[in-house]
Structure formats: structure tokens, C-alpha cells
């Protein structure tokens, strides 16, 4: 029987590089989260994943020009969607830019949902 630590390795493994994904993809029960969170870290120092944001990771892929990360619309659609399902939506001016009602380009995405609670300021700004 394979260890928690050996279970979630392997599924990042498997996993295409630049995926962004979270605790719920992982092979774990609710028992084994702090095991889970513990092997998460380990992953990320040694370089396997990279947290995006709390319980959001991504495995990195290098290219010649160096690390490739997760592309913008890539993250939001981390944010906007749970389980397939619409949970969120954008607002604010990348909203009024989406829409072409105003040629500002935000630094930071508001993100608004009713179901969970406001998500806002998320920086797709990587440097």
C-alpha cells in the first residue's frame, strides 16, 4: 500500500505541466490533509510544484526561455469555476475593458460570487 506522500507524487506525476489544480484533485481523504499539505511543501522546495495561491498549485514546465507558468485565463478559470460549475464571475473594470466600454487594463481582476465569499484583487501580473 502506497504511502499518502507516494499517492500524491504519482498523481502529480501523471499530471500535464501547467495545470493548475488543488487539494480536491488529489488522491487524499479529509483525514489525510494535513499529511497531504505537508507533502505539498516538501513538493514545492524541491521544485516539482508551485503555489499559486492558498490550495492552488501548479507544476511547472521549463522551457529555453526559462519557467513557463500558468497563463492568465488558465488562472482565472481556476477562480471562476468549482467542480465544472460557474461559481464566479468577473467585475470591475476588466469587466467595462471585456466589454469595450473603457481601454483601461486593470494590474488587479476583481473576481464576485454569491455562493462563496468575494474574491478579489487577484493580481495575473506574474514576475
Partial sequence: MLSISEKITQKINSMPEVIIFGYE????NREEFWSAAKTMERLQTKGLVKKLSKGKFYKPKMTVFGEKQPGEQDILKSYLYQKGQRTAYITGISLYNQLGL????????????????????IGCHQG
Wanted: aromatic fraction near 0%; charge should be positive.
Fill in 25 to 28: 484533485q488529489l488522491p487524499i
Fill in 102 to 121: 473603457t481601454s483601461q487594463i486593470p494590474s488587479v481582476i476583481q473576481i464576485a460570487s454569491r455562493s462563496r465569499r468575494n474574491i478579489s484583487g
